[in-house]
């Protein structure tokens, strides 16, 4: 099922039961996801697809960790004021335009 969730701030974040990120899998994006005023999420890497929603604001950070693994624009939209770190190549399915500034690398 598709949720809406957005993280505002530097200290936003979403634990897990153990005390650690519950976003370190994310890795599919099926409804409304944004970060806004310096909200930072790494993921622990793999392949990131979007068929939803996703904004990364203006002073905002969003990594794929490891390497060689990719974003994909399967639908929906990504707008990105902030960053969209240099792990996440995007691979633009069918190709359409991501609006603002994207920083990879």
């Known amino acids: 099922m598709p949720a809406t969730l957005s993280l505002s701030g530097s200290a936003a974040k979403v634990i897990d039961g153990s005390g650690g990120s519950a976003l370190a899998n994310f890795d599919t994006n099926t409804g409304s996801f944004s970060l806004a005023s310096g909200a930072r999420v790494t993921t622990r890497g793999g392949d990131?697809?979007?068929?939803?929603?996703?904004?990364?604001?203006?002073?905002?950070?969003?990594?794929?960790?490891?390497?060689?693994?990719?974003?994909?624009?399967?639908?929906?939209?990504?707008?990105?004021?902030?960053?969209?770190?240099?792990?996440?190549?995007?691979?633009?399915?069918?190709?359409?335009?991501?609006?603002?500034?994207?920083?990879?690398?």
């Open 48 to 105: 990131f697809s979007n068929p939803g929603s996703f904004d990364v604001g203006k002073g905002s950070k969003f990594t794929i960790g490891g390497s060689g693994f990719n974003y994909t624009q399967a639908g929906g939209s990504t707008t990105v004021d902030g960053k969209l770190d240099d792990a996440a190549m995007l691979a633009q399915q069918p190709c359409k335009p991501i609006s603002s500034t994207v920083w990879l690398g």
